[in-house]
């Protein structure tokens, strides 16, 4: 029987070498030249979805169109519709700015349609994940048997450490666990996950550095425990989002040590700075958590999404997480070859590691802890600028990057008007394009805000954009 053209060329869904090679280059092309045009651009550009609908919308055709036209659609209609994260002016929220070979290293690994929940399944991408867990181990101080996985972000990486810190404690009932009121609020999800109830989650007050309060929170654990309750973990900061304050880390290990609690820390956007003197100074005792949340997507300049979960023995996520079903016998290679889909929420997980890895590889690690230095140094000018101003006035110094800051009162102004003349600042600036800037509130108190986390900011992006906040303070001051 002769064989038909649908039994030896496959279906509709290919395109030939030299087709796939011209939109490659392509895609790589409009992609390099947003990059090296960014500062040219807008740090933030937004449109509603009616706006968008013409672009986005419609049924999804029967019959396709050229892939060029498709590209180029993306690239010009699409794509630019967003905060623009690796902006060296974006200073909002916590900015994300990847290095090129992490961007190439995505790509490989897309191409390459990479599963990585079983050694059977990636052994290459396995054995790179675990020699990449190993720097980071050594990077934070963790023991030899520590360990962890990549994850999707420090929201994933902190649900994770709640199951394993569950299942650490016999998973009991009435369980509850404790955080600051400055821990980000994926926490709060985290234990709502796990099945804590809302009521049994503790918002420990912060002191006035916006650290946990550690006798609030000691006195918490033992109320709870006296009425029948079960604490299960307790949560620090190294690094929040609001200020970039670290909680005292020593003490903390101490507690959870003395009361036997699980210690969890959100590193998520601090950790990483461990890398250089100062963050290794500022996360002293971050060594004796159980477990770390870390997101390399943030201070080791990786694309989305390469959050990490490490604990201080590995075994407690494999007694957590691992399960062996029947279709899944033949995926038991030893314990010398784990399945990463046996310590986290994942079976189906991307490879994450090779952005990471390619880019040490690139670049070196010296030339991340330099970079992380003048992210740092730059924060403290910033801090520096702020307090000479006879326009701005510090609201908190300069923590892991972070500056919190306002336009200060033109005259004898109430409360409201002044919080009114910093919204305003803020809006301008956001508006003009120039800079993306978010706010937050400090007790209550109405601040102005720059995280200063982009590989590509300039003292010169900094200066210029508190330099244009100073002109629009003077502008709403003699207008008020």
Not at 13 to 41: C, K, W, Y
Not at 406 to 418: F, I, K, N, S, Y
């Amino acid at each position: 029987m002769t064989p038909s053209r649908e039994d030896t060329e496959g279906t509709e869904l290919t395109l030939d070498p030299e087709r796939m090679l011209e939109l490659a280059s392509r895609v790589a092309r409009l992609t390099v030249e947003r990059i090296h045009g960014l500062p040219e651009e807008a740090a933030w550009k937004g449109a509603t979805r009616r706006e968008l609908e013409p672009s986005v919308g419609g049924a999804a055709p029967e019959s396709g169109r050229s892939p060029e036209d498709v590209v180029e659609h993306v690239a010009r209609r699409i794509l630019p519709f967003a905060a623009r994260v690796d902006h060296p002016r974006f200073f909002a929220f916590v900015p994300s700015s990847a290095t090129w070979p992490g961007v190439l290293a995505d790509f490989m690994s897309a191409g390459h349609n990479i599963f990585q929940g079983t050694w059977l399944g990636s052994s290459g991408p396995s054995a790179l994940e675990l020699e990449v867990i190993d720097w980071f181990r050594n990077w934070i101080g963790y023991p030899e048997g520590a360990g962890g996985l990549f994850t999707s972000g420090g929201s994933a990486a902190s649900l994770d450490a709640f199951v394993a810190a569950r299942e650490a404690a016999g998973a009991p009932e009435r369980a509850t666990v404790y955080m600051s009121d400055q821990s980000h609020t994926a926490l709060v999800r985290a234990a709502r996950i796990v099945g804590i109830r809302a009521e049994h989650v503790r918002m420990i007050p912060s002191d006035d550095r916006f650290r946990v309060d550690l006798d609030a929170l000691r006195d918490a654990v033992a109320v709870d425990r006296a009425e029948g309750r079960n604490p299960i973990a307790i949560c620090a900061n190294a690094g929040t989002t609001n200020t970039g304050a670290v909680d005292p880390l020593p003490e903390l290990a101490d507690l959870c040590e003395e009361l036997g609690i699980w210690l969890h820390v959100d590193g998520a956007y601090g950790a990483f700075a461990v890398l250089t003197e100062r963050g290794r100074s500022l996360f002293e005792g971050l060594h004796r958590a159980d477990s770390i949340a870390m997101d390399a997507h943030k201070w080791l300049y990786q694309p989305f999404e390469a959050g990490c979960l490490m604990v201080r023995d590995v075994r407690t996520l494999d007694r957590a997480f691992s399960v062996r079903p029947e279709y899944l016998q033949d995926a038991d290679s030893g314990s010398e070859h784990p399945n990463f889909g046996d310590r986290g929420l994942q079976l189906t997980r991307s490879f994450r590691a090779l952005k990471v890895w390619m880019s040490v590889q690139t670049f070196g690690l010296g030339a991340f802890r330099r970079t992380i230095d003048h992210t740092l140094d730059f924060a403290e000018r910033a801090e520096r600028f702020i307090r000479e101003s006879d326009v701005l006035e510090l609201l908190h110094p300069a923590s892991l990057g972070i500056v919190c800051f306002r336009v200060r009162a033109p005259a004898p102004t109430g409360d409201h008007e002044l919080e009114a003349v910093n919204q305003r600042v803020q809006e301008q600036v956001v508006k003009s394009g120039f800079a993306m800037m978010s706010s937050t509130r400090l007790r209550g108190v109405y601040a102005l805000r720059l995280c200063i986390l982009n590989h590509t900011t300039t003292w010169n992006d900094v200066r210029t954009t508190l330099e244009r906040i100073e002109g629009l303070g003077r502008e709403a001051g003699s207008g008020t």
